[in-house]
């Protein structure tokens, strides 16, 4: 038999999607799963969005410039500079989604053996895009008893070699929820000049910052002019995840001109997703302001609901939509299936996202899980519940 190859093997499945044959398996028995493994809002897609692509006269669906088109991209630019970043068209290619915007990304800057340093824990799918570029993630690790602050300075100094590329950070944060200070920016922007590697923001939960914080992009930091990489997305910000638009932001010109070969490999983001995300941008500050007051109060809700079980630790969140909880079990990997293959409540469950994919160093995040608070406040208070009622029947 052919065989498959060693990248094709270390390839992690997803820790969010890895059980989604047993949550159909439990719905097929008629029980009903409270999602919370996912970030797939249920805020309603701006209607602008929807009519753009609705009632639209294209006659022949054509391929789309590689890199988006130009309109698209300085409309894209005008939003930028309303967040105090300025950047031009030409600073900006077009992607099919984050997930390929982080993909030329790592493409452009780095060859087979080089190294990431990332803090943990940290969206899942970056080990699977290092792996697919032959690329070695290094962790560097946050607590959840300090709300996975950024790890001292000192930390990333001790990883830093010749092969280390780039830091590569989420803010705010998937799965923590962490919004990391202007402060901590600028003690990054201090290590990447120091050692002339990049730092690449994934700042797709940008307009999800809770508690009077705001967002600090590295891309509105003199001086990192350079250094700085930003990926970004239409999928949480305007709750689009299937349109699959995003784009990488760099006012590096030589970085820029090595991604767009690789945007030309793939020929074009979708033609229609494009005319979405392009109307999307004339969506009214009111939509996020209602988004933000919704999300804060689910946050609310779902903080005070879990910190009523005894043995849970939660972190607080200050912006995206997840949270890291901290539970009294050996394999949250184990707890989880067991979620949904042998408990229920009068025919409910819940479904979380063990937080072990979330972390590469062998070991962590074993008893810790990931939750999405993208459910409406009611069906929270009662995912919290049927965790609760969970922990006091399970056995490790």
């Given at each position: 038999?052919?065989?498959?190859?060693?990248?094709?093997?270390?390839?992690?499945?997803?820790?969010?999607?890895?059980?989604?044959?047993?949550?159909?398996?439990?719905?097929?028995?008629?029980?009903?799963?409270?999602?919370?493994?996912?970030?797939?809002?249920?805020?309603?897609?701006?209607?602008?969005?929807?009519?753009?692509?609705?009632?639209?006269?294209?006659?022949?669906?054509?391929?789309?410039?590689?890199e988006?088109?130009?309109?698209?991209?300085?409309?894209?630019?005008?939003?930028?500079?309303k967040?105090?970043?300025?950047?031009?068209?030409?600073?900006?290619?077009?992607?099919?989604?984050?997930?390929?915007?982080?993909?030329?990304?790592?493409?452009?800057?780095t060859?087979?053996?080089?190294?990431?340093?990332?803090?943990?824990?940290?969206?899942?799918?970056?080990?699977?895009?290092?792996?697919?570029?032959?690329?070695t993630?290094?962790?560097?690790?946050?607590?959840?008893?300090?709300?996975?602050?950024?790890?001292?300075?000192?930390?990333?100094?001790?990883?830093?070699?010749?092969?280390?590329?780039?830091?590569?950070?989420?803010n705010?944060?998937?799965?923590?929820?962490?919004?990391?200070?202007?402060?901590?920016?600028?003690?990054?922007?201090?290590i990447?000049?120091?050692?002339?590697i990049?730092?690449i923001?994934?700042?797709?939960?940008?307009?999800?910052?809770?508690?009077?914080?705001?967002?600090?992009?590295?891309?509105?930091?003199?001086?990192?002019?350079q250094?700085?990489?930003?990926?970004?997305?239409?999928?949480?910000?305007?709750?689009?995840?299937g349109?699959?638009?995003?784009?990488?932001?760099?006012?590096?010109?030589?970085?820029?001109?090595?991604?767009?070969?690789?945007?030309?490999?793939?020929?074009?983001?979708?033609?229609?997703?494009?005319?979405?995300?392009?109307?999307?941008?004339?969506?009214?500050?009111?939509?996020?302001?209602?988004v933000?007051?919704?999300?804060?109060?689910?946050?609310?809700?779902?903080?005070?609901?879990?910190?009523?079980?005894?043995?849970?630790?939660?972190?607080?969140?200050?912006?995206?939509?997840?949270?890291?909880?901290?539970?009294?079990?050996?394999d949250?990997?184990?707890?989880?299936?067991?979620?949904?293959?042998?408990?229920?409540?009068?025919?409910?469950?819940?479904?979380?996202?063990?937080?072990?994919?979330?972390?590469?160093?062998?070991?962590?995040?074993?008893?810790?899980?990931?939750?999405?608070?993208?459910?409406?406040?009611?069906?929270?208070?009662?995912?919290?519940?049927?965790?609760?009622?969970?922990?006091?029947?399970?056995?490790?």
């Amino acid at each position: 038999m052919p065989k498959i190859s060693k990248k094709g093997i270390l390839m992690p499945s997803s820790p969010i999607r890895k059980l989604v044959p047993f949550a159909e398996d439990a719905k097929k028995r008629g029980v009903n799963v409270y999602h919370l493994n996912i970030g797939q809002p249920d805020i309603k897609t701006p209607q602008v969005a929807l009519d753009a692509v609705k009632n639209n006269t294209i006659t022949t669906l054509a391929y789309a410039r590689s890199e988006g088109s130009e309109e698209y991209r300085t409309k894209l630019a005008n939003y930028y500079k309303k967040n105090n970043i300025i950047v031009s068209a030409s600073d900006i290619i077009a992607t099919t989604g984050g997930s390929e915007a982080l993909i030329f990304s790592i493409g452009s800057i780095t060859d087979p053996g080089d190294e990431i340093i990332i803090p943990e824990p940290f969206y899942a799918n970056y080990n699977g895009f290092s792996i697919s570029s032959g690329v070695t993630v290094v962790p560097v690790i946050s607590s959840i008893d300090t709300n996975f602050a950024l790890p001292k300075i000192e930390e990333f100094e001790k990883l830093i070699t010749n092969k280390t590329k780039a830091i590569l950070i989420c803010n705010p944060g998937n799965p923590t929820g962490y919004l990391y200070s202007k402060e901590e920016i600028e003690k990054l922007k201090q290590i990447v000049l120091k050692h002339d590697i990049y730092l690449i923001a994934d700042e797709v939960y940008r307009e999800f910052t809770y508690d009077g914080l705001e967002h600090t992009s590295i891309l509105s930091i003199d001086g990192l002019e350079q250094n700085a990489i930003v990926i970004d997305s239409v999928s949480k910000r305007y709750s689009m995840c299937g349109a699959r638009i995003g784009c990488v932001v760099s006012k590096n010109k030589q970085f820029i001109q090595t991604a767009i070969k690789f945007a030309q490999a793939r020929l074009s983001p979708p033609t229609y997703a494009l005319i979405a995300s392009e109307a999307a941008l004339e969506t009214p500050q009111s939509y996020f302001d209602d988004v933000k007051e919704e999300y804060v109060a689910r946050r609310n809700t779902l903080i005070t609901e879990l910190q009523k079980i005894d043995g849970v630790k939660v972190a607080n969140p200050k912006g995206a939509f997840y949270c890291v909880a901290e539970l009294p079990v050996k394999d949250s990997d184990v707890f989880a299936q067991w979620l949904l293959e042998e408990f229920n409540v009068d025919n409910e469950t819940v479904m979380v996202a063990p937080a072990s994919g979330f972390y590469s160093t062998e070991g962590e995040g074993k008893n810790q899980i990931r939750m999405a608070y993208v459910l409406n406040k009611e069906d929270l208070i009662k995912s919290v519940f049927l965790l609760g009622e969970a922990l006091k029947v399970y056995k490790d």
